[in-house]
């Protein structure tokens, strides 16, 4: 099924008013593959009638992202343009709210060699690094929302016809959105409320370490002293409440740095940079990944792994049901905005500041000392399923469960 024009209608005003809930005279940047148009052109409209003063769309076309990192001389690789870079910092000094349409390509770069796409990937994070910190900090609203295209849904069913593929991408985007309802803002709101008692739950709880057990996974991981556990919406640094993920289903919070140890193992293939790295393990000894494997894309894990002494650490662990909506789908669908909010998940590299007590006032030396971690990259990898026991130590060192067969036991 395709979604009717109500349904994409519904789509738009969620991205607008709940997703970034834009503000009157603010400006809106909307960035869009260009098969996402039709989308994207609904949200402008949407935007202007919430009373944006200007929406700004920037389309990215893959097509081209693929003949240049196959055929551009290397150096064109590391460069980045600056004033690109500099646009979108000043879009953030102007309070802009950022909504990204992401269509996931999973396939695209797979004949280009992993060295040249790691180049231009930290090049892009260099440039970007001021940028992507507001949006880690909640400095503005922002929001990420998924558009089904041919090769997505082509990789997602396979032994589908393309348009089976598609229509069938698109119920489970509806589905997960909840464009379909009456009111799908109001889902919203009951949704937020619901993800919110958990936080508060589990912010309550000020647990001292996590312990994971599941096949390939044996993981104790500290949580540094004032941690936040967040989930849904979050109040940017004007107060405004927006949804950074649509979907959502996860709770989260900062580990420390340097106070993670064992093995995990992933449980779902994580698509990153148009590469698939699946079938997974890491090996951390305090906080730092000593050793790694992979069935599929060891190059393109350890490129990642390589993209800074952060990118080592873990920074963001978060807990999500295995007997969730996205998750009972039983889809793989090699984007993670939907697979992490499928599963349980944990993140190389840098933390969010907003994990953690004042962090969003911290200097970086400041959030160091405090166990959040710092990187140029931020790189979810889903490792739930419905074997995966979680226990929470407490400050007095007693151990209860939290999560049991996969599901919340708390
Ligand atoms: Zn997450
Ligand atoms: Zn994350």
Known sequence: MYPTQQ???????????????????????????????????????????????NVHVEYNDEELSRIKYKQAPEEALSEYPIWRAKAWEQYVDNGAAFITIYSPNPDLLNDVDPARVATASKAASTALSSYRASLMNHTNAWSLISYATPEWAAKVFPDLTTEEAVQKLWERIIDATRIDLEDPIQAWKEHNAKLLQMVELLNSKRYKQLQYEAPGTSLTV????????????????????????????????????????????????????????????????????????????????????????????????????????????????????????????????????VNINGGTKMSPEELLAHGANRSLTHEDFMIGSAELNIDGVTQDGKREPIFRAGNWAI
């Open 222 to 353: 500290e949580l540094p002293e004032g941690h936040i556990w967040l989930g849904g919406s979050k109040a940017n640094s004007k107060g405004v409440y927006f949804n950074p993920n649509m979907p959502t289903e996860e709770v989260f919070t900062m580990p420390h740095r340097d106070g993670v140890n064992g093995t995990v193992r992933s449980t779902k293939p994580l698509n990153y940079n148009g590469q698939v790295i699946s079938g997974f393990s890491l090996t951390f000894k305090d906080g730092i990944v000593v050793d790694h494997s992979a069935e599929q894309g060891y190059e393109a894990l350890t490129s990642l792994l390589n993209t800074d002494e952060g990118a080592r650490h873990l920074g963001e662990i978060a807990l999500v049901p295995h007997d969730s909506p996205i998750s009972n789908s039983n889809v793989i669908f090699f984007n993670t905005l939907y697979d992490e909010n499928a599963s349980c998940h944990l993140a190389l590299g840098q933390a969010y500041p």
């Open 7 to 53: 349904q994409l209608d519904n789509y738009a005003a969620l991205a607008v008013r709940v997703g970034v809930n834009v503000q009157q005279g603010q400006t809106v940047v909307v960035m869009a593959p260009i098969a996402a148009a039709p989308l994207a052109r609904l949200i402008a409209s949407k935007a202007y009638e919430a009373g944006a003063k």
